[in-house]
Each structure stands twice: as structure tokens, then as C-alpha cells.
């Protein structure tokens, strides 16, 4: 099916790995216009940017930081004077902050402001500035197309969690309020919401075994890959999807069975 992709302009943020390098492709193999951010890895995003051509987009990569508002407004007014004007925009860029993974507090009496506010303001008030900045070319598309990306622990949550998942489930707030605002003129403005997430079948931290094992704990028994959730962000950005607004898109496996 052709999603009338060919020829859109687009901008994913966080675009040099995972999903949003995923998605970036595959919007060059539908013949779109693609510029993605990076914040530290600009090789990697160069690279991502020659996967786009080959696969048969064009492609332009601009640094952009969640954190620092004023990389945000310089990111969006460069892809903007780029393209001519913005069709899509995916909101994918995440701040996972400056602590390990196992170096975060499992108390929450223990998170510390210097290590939650940071991670607060660029996950949540970092996408209200993209979305800020990026609604006035979005109104003037005949097809104006918005994603937020979320994360399943926005609602099951994850010990030490507490401000990454309190900044995903403000982008669904975000969303619900956003959708009639735009909405009025004709911007489609949606959530995805990946849970875990393999790329090539793999995952940067859990083991194969118990990656099987985890699968094997949701409905659809199957993790999702980067490329799936890349799919189901074109689906919804394409202008054939028209009636689709204000809405969490869950790819996720499915539901976690009873133990």
C-alpha cells in the first residue's frame, strides 16, 4: 500500500539509534525528506543520514539537545527553512539522566532534585517546546502529522522510575489537551507507546533466554522489534490515516498474562 509518504517532510528527533533510526529509514524508503537530531553522536547520525539515501529519501541531520530549549528552537527553524515547511514530526529524542541503570535510588526519598529535575524538564517540558516550536509549520501542512513517543512505564512503572515515567505519562496529557488545539487545524497529534524493545532481535541490556522468557509473558508472545514500532508511526503520520486523534497507539507484545 502506498502511505503517500513520497515527497512529506519530516523531522525525527533522536534519530542516530533505536527506534528513531528505524523510523527515519523507513520514511526514506517511502521517498520522504527526513532530518533527524542527535545531541552527542553525530557519526551515528551521518550514518543513519546515508541509510536514509540509500533507501531512497533525502536526509539532513541537525543537533538538537531535550534539555537546552534554545537547541530545540534552533533545530526546528533549520529543518524548517530546509524542507520549506514541516508535514511530520515524531518527538522521539529521550534524557535517560546521569545515573546507571543500577545507580539509581530504589527509594524514592532518595532521588535526588539533581537527578530527577533534569530528567523531568527535558523528557516532558523538552517535547513541550518541540511541540511549541514545531506547531506553526505543522498548521500550514495540508497533512500535519504529530507522534509522541511514550513508554509502557508511563502506566506499569519500574522501580527507581519514577521521573522518566512521570514525563512519558505528561506527554499523554499533553496529547489529549494538544489534539484540540491543532486539531482545529487539521494536525493529527497521537502517542506510541513501546514497551520493550528489540532491534535485530536483540536487546542492548536483557539476554536472549530471558528475553524469550519475557515474551512468553505477554499475550501476543512476541517482543516487539525497532522496525515494528517504526510501522506503526507511519501509520500513523500517513495522510491516508484521517481519523485517528488524540490516541495511544500501545505496541508493546500485548497484555502480560496471569502468572
Known amino acids: 500500500m502506498d502511505l503517500g509518504l513520497h515527497g512529506v517532510a519530516v523531522l525525527v528527533t533522536g534519530g542516530s539509534s533505536g527506534i528513531g533510526r528505524a523510523t527515519a529509514v523507513a520514511y526514506g524508503r517511502e521517498g520522504a525528506r527526513v532530518a533527524i537530531t542527535y545531541n552527542s553522536r553525530k557519526d551515528a547520525a551521518e550514518g543513519v543520514a546515508e541509510e536514509i539515501e540509500a533507501a531512497g529519501g533525502t536526509a539532513y541531520v541537525v543537533p538538537m539537545d531535550l534539555g537546552a530549549p534554545e537547541t530545540i528552537v534552533a533545530a526546528v527553524a533549520s529543518t524548517v527553512e530546509r524542507w520549506g515547511g514541516l508535514d511530520v514530526v515524531v518527538g522521539n529524542a529521550v534524557n535517560w539522566g546521569n545515573a546507571g541503570f543500577d545507580e539509581r535510588p530504589t527509594k524514592v526519598e532518595d532521588g535526588s532534585p539533581e537527578w530527577w529535575v533534569p530528567i523531568m524538564r527535558a523528557n516532558l517540558e523538552g517535547n513541550f ?4 516550536q514545531v ?5 500550514r501542512s495540508d497533512h500535519g502529522r504529530l507522534v509522541l513517543i511514550s513508554t509502557d512505564l508511563a502506566e506499569r512503572g519500574m522501580p527507581g522510575s519514577w521521573p522518566y515515567s512521570a514525563a512519558k505519562a505528561g506527554l499523554h496529557g499533553l496529547v489529549a489537551s ?8 487539521g494536525v493529527l497529534v497521537n502517542v506510541v507507546m513501546p514497551g520493550i524493545t528489540l532491534e535485530n532481535g536483540a536487546h542492548r541490556v536483557i539476554p536472549r ?5 519475557i515474551a512468553a509473558g505477554f499475550s501476543a508472545r512476541h517482543l516487539p522489534e525497532t522496525t515494528e514500532l517504526a ?17 495511544i497507539l500501545r ?8 502468572a
Not at 506503526?232 to 490515516?241: D, E
Open 209 to 213: 533466554p530471558a528475553l524469550d522468557r
Open 251 to 258: 505496541v508493546t507484545g500485548g497484555s502480560l498474562l496471569p
Open 178 to 185: 494538544v489534539q484540540h488545539d491543532l486539531g482545529a487545524d
Open 129 to 132: 517546546h518541540l511541540v511549541q
Open 135 to 139: 506547531a506553526p509549520a505543522l498548521r
Open 231 to 247: 510501522d506503526a508511526i507511519l501509520f500513523l503520520t500517513s495522510p491516508r490515516t484521517k481519523a485517528i486523534q488524540g490516541q
